[in-house]
């Protein structure tokens, strides 16, 4: 049973999942900003993967893949950062459920195999990448991200058809992303108007947990993620907290300790 699946065996509600910028905000924070995270209280990570034309995100995620990429971050850097988090070194040592997020053109260039397998060796347990599609997923490379052990996780919008969502549940693994409203990141959603959209994905008893993201950016909007769902993911909210940041270990504090309060 992979990471993720134990998490959601253990945990059934107000999962707490955190996404960071590789290489943000400098170009070693990475390993520092998982530990932190883990400190605090987040249940699982999602590691965004720099990239120039970032279309699902906002401008706060944005500016931090600018900036990331500025610092020399790449795939391959953030692959020889992480291929020691899951070894203890002294009292550190990763052990929360790690995604990775990117975009399918760099992955491409990588060569999509090799992207697989050295996630793998270094405990990555999912993927997300947006653009890719899903036929081209089923019948090209599921093969692939399962022959790696590698949970792959689709996101899904309120105008996604109940046909194509009951598709996406079929062929995911871990959980499913469920974007608040169909916008970019770090948008002012008001998730009251949501409820609905939350409503129907319960009734329509995917096998799947689903995480709410897009829009939650404090304990209010966390809580309200929750309610009809098994938890929430924040991103542009965190990239903020550590914008202005010379200490992340006590923005992360500050940060995780008024969300989940």
Known sequence: MSRIKDLFSAKHHNILNVYCTAGYPQLNSTTEVLLALQKY????????????????????????????????????KLFDQLKNIRTPSGDEIFKLPLILMGYLNP???????????????????????????????????????????LDFIFLITPETSTERIKKIDELSTGFIYAVSSSSTTGKDTDLGLQQEYFKKLKHLQLKNPILVGFGIRDNKTFK?????????????????????????????????????K
């Open 41 to 76: 209280g987040a249940d699982m990570v999602e590691i965004g993967i720099p990239y120039s034309d970032p279309l699902a995100d906002g401008p706060v995620i944005q500016q931090s893949n600018m900036a990331a990429l500025k610092n020399g971050m790449s795939i391959h």
């Open 107 to 149: 992955v491409m260039q990588y060569g999509i195999e090799k992207f697989c397998e050295e996630a793998e060796a270094i405990g990555v347990d999912g993927i997300i990448l947006p653009d890719l599609p899903l036929y081209e997923f089923e019948t090209e490379y599921k093969e692939i991200f399962q022959r790696n052990g």
């Open 224 to 260: 309200s993620a929750c309610q009809h769902t098994d938890g929430a993911i924040i991103g542009s909210a965190y990239i903020k907290a550590l914008q202005n940041s010379d200490d992340i270990n006590l923005s992360t504090e500050i940060f995780l300790k008024e969300i989940l």
